[in-house]
């Protein structure tokens, strides 16, 4: 019975870990959503101040192919400094730890904030596009690294839902962006300045705040052999000096990984051992990308206004559908621990499957069948509900979950560059897929979400209340490497860890 209170008192939410878990997210993923939808709104003021400079220099406009040119270079800047963010992650949480990371990674948010709000001033349309750059790659390293620091901080009961507090953050960070965004408030001629410019706030905050909280204890006591200061930061955490068993499991994963030692990309892509867990990351996160996310919200205007919503009200249809994505992330939140990984991922995939093959049927039809419109109205906020419910919250938490200490960061790299390329394409081709298919290309999409389902059901296991140890030990199953090459493994047959969160 004492133990049965030791491990429920284990498992709570102190104030340090939820103050920890707000300002990294808030000053980290926060930034990720408002630099996603920051450029949409005022996009053709933007492009008016690009050919007024351009006037300026010259003494005659742009024509409309290097405009649009150039307009693609400052949005597709975002997601290509997404994926150079992600190339740095295993070097930056391997020298400054997880907090040291994210603290470093402020850089990439103050500096192009100045430089997006001085734009206008200094009549400079290259500041905005290297500042898109450097938010990509602040977005590239947030992205990874924040789930990673939350994941090492959590008990084991709670590591889903702190899990996927970053994917709320990036929604309300999205939903902000839309709101300042709205015409009557900064997504004007002398506003616009400002709106790209707030993206420095969250970070100032964070430089501020976090230095005061603790640095993973995994990190601390895994990588820097530091037993005392992963204590101390324990002790912190969880708000009772009673930490012994929590330091003896991360040290059992600190002993099982020796023979490993540090795991590179290469390596891990080399490694039977982490086959399948490799291979789950980059389905997932690839499923996640290209299912379609992107392009349900880029068709989401064409939708609202076939359906017969006024154009100037169609700023407030868009920023409704953020509180929606916002409403659902926070579901996830709490039912991540009660439902499981694995469920929320099928749910998630099965719903926008089912909204793509509607979608396509309803805009097919919209101009025949008279009440089609609203059917894609109501697919569209279906898609956003089964997204936020799973494909877009799961994945990055499960990369912390399936990888231990040494490979966690070259799994995140691995992990974030597809998400990146992923998200890269899907700007860069959907384009051209809708005008070559018109209604038909959400086809594509339904797709992709029917083969992610049916890999998610095949291949992933359950994660939910285990440790790290444990579920390396079900992949070590499926990888059947217990004969093979033990001394490489990163983690040889244990027998089963007893619960100690």
Known sequence: MEQQDQSMKEGRLTLVLALATLIAAFGSSFQYGYNVAAVNSPAPLMQQFYNETYYGRTGEFMEDFPLTLLWSVTVSMFPFGGFIGSLLVGPLVN??????????????????????????VAKSFELIIISRLLVGICAGLSSNVVPMYLGELAPKNLRGALGVVPQLFITVGILVAQIFGLRNLLANADGWPVLLGLTGVPAALQLLLLPFFPESPRYLLIQKKDEAAAKKALQTLRGWDSVDREVAEIRQEDEAEKA?????????????????????????????????????????DQIYLSAGVQEDHVQYVTAGTGAVNVVMTICAVFVVELLGRRLLLLLGFSICLTACC????????????????????????????????????????????????????????????????????????????????????????????????????????????????????????????????????????????????
């Open 95 to 120: 020298k400054f730890g997880r907090k040291g990371a994210l603290l470093f990674n402020n850089i990439f948010s103050i500096v192009p904030a100045i430089l997006m709000g001085c734009s206008k």
């Open 260 to 300: 490993a030692g540090f795991i590179s990309v290469l390596k891990l892509f080399r490694m039977r051992s982490l086959r399948w867990q490799l291979l789950s990351v980059i389905v997932l996160m690839a499923g996640q990308q290209l299912s379609g996310v992107n392009a349900i919200y880029y068709y989401a």
């Open 358 to 501: 509607v979608l396509t049927a309803a805009l097919a039809l919209q101009d025949t069948v008279s009440w089609m419109p609203y059917i894609s109205i109501v697919c569209v906020i279906s898609y956003v509900i089964g997204h936020a419910l799973g494909p877009s919250p799961i994945p990055a938490l499960l990369i912390t979950e399936v990888f231990l200490q040494s490979s966690r960061p070259s799994a995140f790299m691995v992990g974030g560059s597809v998400h990146w390329l992923s998200n890269f394409a899907v700007g860069l081709i959907f384009p051209f897929i809708q005008e070559g298919l018109g209604p038909y290309s959400f086809i594509v999409f339904a797709v992709i979400c029917l083969l992610t389902t049916i890999y998610i059901f095949l291949i992933v296991p359950e994660t939910k209340a285990k440790t790290f140890i444990e579920i390396n030990q079900i992949f070590t199953k499926m990888n059947k490497v217990s004969e093979a090459h033990p001394e490489k493994e990163e983690l040889k047959e244990l027998p089963p860890v007893t619960s100690e969160q």
